[in-house]
C-alpha cells in the first residue's frame, strides 16, 4: 500500500482533540434539550408541540432541531430519556431485601409513585413510537421491568427458584397486568388512593405467584 495523500487521516491518526470536545459539546446540549422537552411534557401534557418545547428550552423551534434530525428523533430521544430515568427510579427494587411480599409492595409503591408523579410523561410514551420497530416506549419500558422481574423470579429472590420457561411468561403477565390496571387507575381512579391500588396491586401479584410457585413465606 503507498503513503495516504496529504492530509487524509490514517487507522494511526490522532482523534483531534477539539473535534472530541466539539462532539461531547453537542451530545451535552442535546441531552439538556430533551430534559427541556421532558419538562415541558410534565407542564403542558403529551400533546405539547414543538413551539412549546423550544420555550422551554430557551432555544428558537429551528435552533432546537439543528441537534435532532426531525420530529421523530426528538420523539425517539425523549422516549428514550424518560425510560431511562423510569428504570433508575426503580433501581431499588432490581437490588431485592427482605421477604418477598414485602419486595413485591415496595415495587408497586416505587411503580404507582412514579407514574403519579409523571402522569404527562407517561401518557406521552403511551402514543409516543420508541426505536425502529414501532413499538411505544411504554412497551419498551414494561418489557424491560419484567426482565428483571422475571431474573428474580429465576435466582429465587422473590422466594421461589422457577425454571425460566415458567418465570418469564409469569413476570410478563404480572407486568402487563400491573400496567393496564394502573394506567386505567391514572385516568379513572374510581375514588382508589394510590395506596388502596398499590395494597390491590400486590395482593393480586401475590397469589399469582403462589398459585404458580405453591406456598411461599409471606
Known amino acids: 500500500m503507498g503513503d495516504a495523500p496529504a492530509g487524509e487521516a490514517t487507522d494511526d491518526t490522532p482523534v483531534d482533540g477539539r473535534a472530541a470536545r466539539w462532539a461531547g459539546h453537542r451530545e451535552a446540549r442535546r441531552l439538556e434539550l430533551v430534559d427541556a422537552a421532558v419538562a415541558a411534557i410534565g407542564e403542558h401534557g403529551p400533546e405539547v408541540t414543538t413551539e412549546q ?123 402487563g397486568m400491573v400496567d393496564s390496571a394502573s394506567a386505567h387507575w391514572l385516568d379513572d381512579p374510581h375514588g382508589a388512593t394510590r395506596d388502596e391500588l398499590a395494597t390491590q396491586l400486590t395482593e393480586a401479584c401475590w397469589a399469582v405467584i403462589r398459585v404458580t410457585v405453591g406456598p411461599l413465606e409471606v
Open 53 to 175: 418545547i423550544a420555550a422551554r428550552a430557551g432555544v428558537s423551534r429551528p435552533g432546537l432541531y439543528r441537534h435532532f434530525e426531525g420530529r421523530d428523533d426528538l420523539q425517539s430521544a425523549i422516549a428514550a430519556r424518560s425510560v431511562e430515568r423510569l428504570v433508575h427510579e426503580l433501581e431499588p427494587v432490581w437490588r431485592p431485601s427482605g421477604r418477598p411480599f414485602e419486595m413485591l409492595a415496595k415495587a408497586l409503591r416505587a411503580h404507582l409513585g412514579w407514574l403519579e408523579a409523571n402522569a404527562n410523561v407517561y401518557r406521552y410514551l403511551k402514543r409516543t413510537s420508541f426505536g425502529t420497530g414501532g413499538e411505544s416506549a411504554t412497551t419498551n419500558v414494561r418489557a424491560t421491568v419484567a426482565e428483571h422481574v422475571a431474573g428474580m423470579l429465576v435466582d429465587g429472590s422473590l422466594g421461589a427458584e422457577l425454571p425460566a420457561p415458567v418465570a418469564h411468561p409469569l413476570a410478563f403477565g404480572l407486568v
